[in-house]
């Protein structure tokens, strides 16, 4: 089943600005399943909001969580994939501003008022996620982008990047810039693969397994996972488990034990090892900060 995509202007699924329209900021929003829920990158910034549901977010080699609040502002040609985890059709999901990748830079040739916005779309790149810009501030700031139009649009997006810029509490979210190339057959591999691990994750998963769902042998499928992710294969595969695992530390009082299991690690000593590579903490250590975090007691385990 799938759900239309909500323009203001079309219904058709759009992931980018082509040279053709003649708009240079897009508003679109939409729910849950819907075509423009997959892998995939674009030519112009975006900037995206979550009003609805939790799942797992992937942007360039970042593995993580959302969830209502959730507000992301991600660069030109940084693959993006937001996948709830639920059964039920969540009709609004997703508020969404792309805009042209040069729209301010070339801007602030002329007026280097602007200038103080271009380090946020330089972190960009990386993907930025804002901790505290307030969800009802955030919606409020799209939806007035969306029922404006004209140069009256571009100013309510360049006030809501001045706001962004000034924002102290972010985390940039890739490691890497990545900055794919891929085409869409490439595209679709991906997503599969990706929709895969993030369904199975708890199941034992194989590189054979992989390569055979997309058509690929084992050496080439590495080769192109690798490029197109930021991560290789068995890295990828443990930063979803990881990102599950912090899941249940936080918000359960599975024992660790039980955790390790149940997000796909074969032995206590292997999910340690990969849960410090990837957090620098302990599993135990990240529960005991997140309760702290969280104002609540300290769990044994």
């Known amino acids: 089943m799938s759900l239309a995509v909500r323009s203001g202007t079309s219904t058709t699924p759009e992931f980018e600005l082509t040279d053709g329209t003649d708009r240079s900021v897009h508003y679109l929003e939409h729910g849950f399943p819907c075509p423009l829920v997959r892998w995939h990158y674009h030519d112009d910034y975006e900037l995206h909001l ?28 940084l693959p993006h994939n937001w996948i709830s985890q639920t ?25 280097p008022e602007l200038s103080a916005i271009l380090p946020l779309l330089e972190r960009a790149r990386h993907g930025i996620e804002f901790m505290s810009f307030g969800t009802e501030h955030a919606e409020q700031a799209l939806r007035g982008i969306r029922d404006s139009s004209g140069a009256l649009r571009i100013s309510r997006l360049l006030e809501l990047l001045h706001a962004l810029a000034a924002e102290q509490e972010y985390v940039l979210l890739s ?18 693969v990706t929709q895969y691990i993030s369904e199975n994750f708890s199941n034992e998963i194989t590189l054979n397994d992989m390569s055979t769902l997309v058509g ?59 849960f410090r590579e990837l957090k620098d903490i302990t599993p135990r250590e990240y529960r005991q900060q997140s309760r702290l975090r969280h104002g609540a007691r300290t769990l044994g385990d």
């Open 175 to 192: 490691t890497l810039a990545i900055r794919s190339r891929a085409d869409q057959a490439s595209q679709d591999k991906i997503q599969k």
């Open 87 to 111: 059964e039920e059709v969540v009709e609004l999901r997703d508020l969404v501003v792309q805009f042209r990748m040069n729209l301010v830079s070339s801007m602030a040739k002329y007026a």
């Open 50 to 77: 979550i009003v609805a549901s939790t799942g797992k977010v992937f942007i360039g080699d970042h593995v993580g969580r959302f969830g209502p609040g959730h507000l992301v502002l991600t660069g030109p040609r």
């Open 216 to 274: 690929m042998n084992d050496s080439a499928f590495s080769r192109f996972f690798a490029k197109a992710t930021g991560n290789s294969f068995i890295r990828f595969v443990n930063r979803v488990r990881i990102s599950k695992a912090c899941e249940l530390l936080s918000e359960t009082k599975m024992p660790i034990t039980n955790i390790c299991y149940e997000t796909g690690f074969n032995n206590v000593a292997n999910f340690n090892r990969r």
